[in-house]
């Protein structure tokens, strides 16, 4: 019996219960804005004294709940709330008799329910059906389902979503199909899953497929789209296969969300749940799909087992997500979206006011994991795994992953757990390649350590070179020259590398040539407006707020707010645009935002 590691985010009892099925049934109320229904969970019980069953709940209204002892009757039993803390919500706990390894849970969400969003008709593409999402990870599936709420425990599950008969609910399991125009859908995980990675929606959803294992849900404004953007999804699975072993969820599909999602992606199993903001029209950012994908290894088949692990899950999916990318689009490409996830790296750190927040392992005692949220277990994971990469050559390096993957697969991973793992597969077989000092300066250092092995890009020369040319001086028309070929990812490089204090007629020069203001490339436009904020430009002022209002991806919008809230005429302006989009984000945009507008 592994124990659980103690994880500071749960109340969970795990050394005496620990959640293996879980028996969803809910309904979803569009007016009320409010889940409601029950939950069971079976138990692996593993103190047989045991009296009390200690859950974790979010603004949850529980109306009661029983006990059984395997499939025997369900028996009412006492139950009480804790007081909630801002950082975690309440404590649940339940009297369970002697030998009770069961519990249900017949209980109701809020309408403020933290992991969830309500959209209202007009914030869809189709306008004329609401759309409702959740977003679990990290810690807000408790606030829809009292459970276990720690990525260190693993259940299967079974759902009924009962919704209004002209919707589709979906799940990120397996869906029974036709059963769309019922108002009634059900599903299965057979795998065993963390609680972050339970998702729902439901929305004027439709289906249409990629390959035979692959397609997209999406409003039907948006499907097509969609299919054309993603098409390429069904070869990144297999260039993973072939790298990493097999792909072990069934099916992979995409579900489209309205642009109030707050993440680029979500790696729910079977399903991801992804931006709109990515589809360009020439798959220039679909390395958010193979993102995305990789977490069907790293992050969903070996899990970080405690939230401060996260660049277990975020690290490795980052250096997996560049090796799809090469595999399917070249190195070239690999290199440049390595190189903007360095300049990502140092910017993100920048903004981050506690120290061991800059490094892999911050320290999470009493807060939310969402506040520690950064690129940083992200870019400096996967320049770490690269590091290693280097160091042991890429065929050992390929190798030792796809062990790990095996040898852990359905599992929560601690970093000592990897440690031990790096330790003796490669450190300890290869001595002297890379020092014990070295991995623990990668861990524990507050920027990027001096003798990491950095990507490097020709292209990104060539930009500089044509970026060097004009701020000196040259014609726009010979920039229009250099720049006819260029890739979104050189498009970025550019904006990010041209001067803060550009003049406004240098401005004006690259906006009338090059159309960045009304760029339809969310990412390009996004580190353009970063630009107009910073040179002052106010001709893209109004394209930027109308971006502001409609997209809701915190990685977008986030860092305008702070941008604009740098001065004080800024702030008032941020303050603005944020009264104006509060209503259509999600909670966890909302509350980033707040913190920066106060
Ligand atoms: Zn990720």
């Not at 679990?136 to 599936?141: G, N, P, S």
């Not at 992050?299 to 692990?309: E, H, Q, R, S, Y």
């Given at each position: 019996m592994t124990p659980i590691p103690s994880d500071a985010s749960s109340y969970a009892n795990t050394s005496a219960f620990v959640a293996r099925h879980m028996v969803l049934d809910l309904t979803a109320n569009f007016e009320q804005k409010t889940l409601a229904g029950s939950v069971e969970l079976q138990f692996e019980r593993r103190e047989p004294g045991a009296t009390e069953l200690v859950l974790d709940t979010r603004d949850l209204m529980i109306q009661n709940a029983e006990a059984a002892i395997g499939a025997g009757a369900w028996i009412p039993t006492a139950f009480r709330l804790d007081t909630a803390t801002p950082a975690f919500g309440s404590a649940l706990r339940i009297t369970m008799p002697p030998g009770a390894d069961r519990a249900r849970i017949t209980y109701a969400t809020s309408p403020q329910a933290r992991g969830l969003q309500w959209l209202a008709p007009e914030q869809t593409a189709g306008r004329k059906h609401p759309f409702l999402f959740t977003q679990?990870?990290?810690?807000?599936?408790r606030s829809f389902i009292p459970l276990q709420d720690l990525p260190g425990v693993r259940m299967t599950y079974s759902a009924t979503l009962r919704v209004p008969k002209a919707l589709v609910a979906v799940m990120a399991a397996e869906m029974t199909p036709g059963q769309a125009g019922t108002g009634t859908f059900t599903f299965k995980m057979p795998q065993p899953i963390p609680s972050y990675l339970i998702a729902i929606a439901v929305g004027d959803l439709t289906f249409k497929p990629m390959s035979a294992r692959t397609g997209i849900w999406a409003e039907p404004a948006t499907v097509d789209a969609a299919a054309r953007e993603f098409e390429d999804t069904e070869q990144m699975i297999a260039a993973t296969e072939a790298l990493y072993g097999p792909y072990r969820w069934g099916r992979y599909d995409l579900l489209v969300l309205p642009p109030?999602?707050?993440?680029?992606?979500?790696?729910?199993?079977?399903l991801t749940f992804a931006t709109p903001t990515v589809i360009a029209g020439d798959k220039s950012l679909v390395s958010l799909v193979a993102h995305e994908l990789a977490h069907s290894w790293s992050?969903?088949?070996?899990?970080?087992?405690?939230?401060?692990?996260f660049w277990l899950n975020e690290g490795f999916t980052t250096y997996l997500e560049r090796r799809i990318i090469e595999a399917v689009y070249g190195k070239a490409r690999a290199d440049m979206e390595a190189m903007i996830g360095v300049a990502d790296l140092a910017d993100s750190r920048s903004t981050l006011e506690i120290p061991r927040d800059r490094t892999l392992l911050p320290d999470m005692t009493g807060r939310d994991p969402d506040d520690a949220y950064s690129t940083v277990p992200y870019e400096q994971g996967a320049l770490f795994l690269a590091f290693l990469e280097a160091k042991y050559g890429r065929e050992a390096f390929d190798r030792f992953l796809r062990r790990w993957f095996d040898g852990h697969a359905f599992q929560s991973a601690t970093t000592s757990t990897f440690l031990a793992f790096l330790k003796a597969e490669l450190m300890d077989k290869k001595p002297g390649v890379v020092t014990d000092a070295q991995v623990q300066e990668w861990l524990n250092t507050e920027g990027v350590p001096s003798f990491a092995v950095l990507p490097q890009s020709d292209a990104f020369v060539k930009v500089e070179q044509a970026r060097d040319a004009w701020v000196g001086g040259g014609a726009v028309d010979a920039l229009a020259a250099a720049t006819k070929a260029w890739s979104t990812q050189e498009w970025i490089h550019f904006v990010n590398a041209?001067?803060?204090?550009?003049?406004p007629a240098q401005m004006r020069a690259l906006d009338g040539r090059f159309g960045l203001t009304t760029s339809t490339n969310a990412e390009i436009a996004h580190v353009w407006f970063r630009l107009a904020i910073a040179a002052r430009y106010q001709p893209a002022y109004a394209a930027m707020e109308d971006y502001m209002v409609r997209i809701g991806r915190r990685k977008l919008v986030v860092p305008l707010y702070r941008d604009l809230a740098a001065t004080a005429e800024g702030k008032t302006r941020a303050a603005r645009i944020f009264a104006k989009a509060r209503d259509g984000y999600h909670p966890m945009t909302r509350s980033a935002v707040e913190e920066i507008v106060k």
């Open positions: 679990a990870q990290a810690i807000q599936a109030s999602f707050p993440f680029g992606g979500m790696e729910n199993p079977r992050g969903n088949l070996v899990t970080n087992a405690t939230w401060p692990d041209l001067p803060r204090t550009l003049s």
